[in-house]
């Protein structure tokens, strides 16, 4: 009978899976590779979650669970428009852990990834929770402008122009 997987090293490889992923991307991720990488079997990545789609899953609930406790302890400042600069704040003291976000989300264009449609209504979700009517339309575009923000600011690092720009977002979306 195998051994059942250690929660400790599953975690660690859950980790070091988010490391690579922000490192070398999505589009080209293998079990192999990473196994190489991290200096493990692939055989034993399969061991510990069963498969490449369950390895990514587990990545990515790991991640949307950072994402949500990096905003959420920065955003818990009283009023919304507060809240929502602190939370910009924390979305862009490490713009590289959300480069995983963008590629997952551009990944979902091409090929099912469930795990997208998660992230795409965390993002919604953390929204409205910031406006006192809940409006869907209203925390869709707060949602939708701050990721397209963050991705400019990503991609161009005019940190300047784009962080003027979320801060009009947040003043005219969030009261």
Known sequence: MPRPPDATRRAELVAATLDDLAAHGLAEFTLRGLADRLGTSARMLVHYFGGRDQLLAAAFAEHRARAQAAIGAAAASGDPRSAALAAWAAMTADPAHFTVTFQLLAAALTEEQPTA????????????????????????????GLKGVLLDRMVTGDTERCDAAAAVLIERLVP
Do not use: E
């Open 117 to 144: 449609r998660v992230a795409m209504t965390a993002w919604t979700d953390y929204a409205a929770a910031l406006l006192p009517d809940h409006d869907p339309a209203v925390a869709t575009a707060l949602a939708s």
